[in-house]
């Protein structure tokens, strides 16, 4: 059964910095596709950064430069760092492996 838990959300103060992590069990991160996503409310879900079992790195563009993703094989664990956060960025963050699976989620909050 594969299960994703993220973590590390909060709240933060605009050009602030939080760092999520999805730490996944029953797959392993490194032979599939890992995606980062995000709902904000009254909006549909959408796709934020992606890490191909290749190492490759893919971001939308209203994150791009400001939101790095990365993982750590050995830890089974995917990686969000974003820096530069912006009200806009309020939403629920979701993990989700090989295009099928979902975390829980959750929140971040950019807000003075």
């Known amino acids: 059964q594969v299960q994703l838990v993220e973590s590390g959300g909060g709240l933060v103060q605009p050009g602030g910095s939080l760092k999520l992590s999805c730490a996944a069990s029953?797959?392993?991160?490194?032979?599939?596709?890992m995606a980062w996503y995000r709902q904000a409310p009254g909006k549909q879900r959408e796709w934020v950064a992606g890490?191909?079992?290749?190492?490759?790195?893919l971001y939308a563009d209203s994150v791009k430069g400001r939101f790095t993703a990365s993982r750590d094989n050995a830890k089974n664990t995917v990686y969000l760092q974003m820096n530069n956060l912006k009200p806009e960025d309020t939403a629920v963050y979701y993990c989700?492996?090989?295009?099928?699976?979902w975390g829980q989620g959750t929140q971040v909050t950019v807000s003075s």
């Open positions: 029953g797959i392993s991160i490194a032979d599939v596709d």
């Open positions: 890490v191909r079992p290749t190492g490759a790195l």
């Open positions: 989700r492996a090989a295009g099928s699976t």
